[in-house]
């Protein structure tokens, strides 16, 4: 069973906004920060934002502070990450990732699948 799965990604136009969803298992969800990073082809995997479980802390990646708010939704287990103003060089791949540390290095404990960002101009 896939512990993370994504979901909400797709074709967007320069300026647009998209919203992207993250399913966790309950047990995951409840004591994990939630992360979301991206990669776009032929580029290292980078990060984007984290929100602690705790507190609800939350940090941004500079390239998209600003444009870009993470959220949870614990009665849903499910983490989201709202992204407006959409460049093309947002276009990548959008993993969630949860892990025990609230970080923004990559090497969280889960990984989802991830789900395509395509931003045109």
């Known amino acids: 069973q896939v512990p993370l799965v994504e979901s909400g990604g797709g074709l967007v136009q320069a300026g647009g906004s998209l919203s992207l969803s993250c399913v966790a298992s309950a047990s995951i969800f409840s004591r994990y920060t939630m992360g979301w990073f991206r990669q776009a082809t032929g580029k290292e995997r980078e990060f984007v934002a984290a929100?602690?479980?705790?507190?609800?802390?939350?940090i941004y990646a500079d390239s998209v502070k600003g444009r870009a708010t993470i959220s949870r939704g614990n009665a849903k287990n499910t983490a989201y990450l709202q992204m407006n103003s959409l460049k093309p060089e947002d276009t990548a791949v959008y993993y969630c990732a949860a892990d025990p540390r609230f970080k923004t290095t990559t090497n969280y404990a889960y990984w989802g699948r991830g789900t395509q960002v395509t931003v045109s101009s």
């Open positions: 929100i602690s479980w705790d507190l609800g802390a939350t």
